[in-house]
């Protein structure tokens, strides 16, 4: 989310085999996706969908608490 606002990330990630960690500040996202159009089109489409997803998840969480504090 951070790439997107500015802001601090909002948290850490724990991995618990080996990965290949990308990483990419801000301002080279910015000058990637201006320089390429298709590319910065899947890119934020896939993290749309992503976030989207996430986001639907924690809705859904949130529901469950909500209802099981009800009862």
Do not use: C, H
Not at 26 to 53: C, G, Q
Not at 59 to 70: I, R, Y
């Amino acid at each position: 989310m951070s790439l997107f606002d500015g802001q601090p990330r909002s948290t850490d990630a724990i991995v618990d085999s080996r990965f290949l960690l990308l990483s990419i500040t801000r301002a080279a996202f910015v000058e990637l996706m201006e320089a390429d159009n298709d590319l910065a089109y899947k890119v934020l489409s896939a993290m749309v969908r992503i976030l989207s997803e996430r986001l639907r998840t924690s809705n859904e969480q949130l529901w469950s608490v909500t209802v099981m504090a009800v009862f």
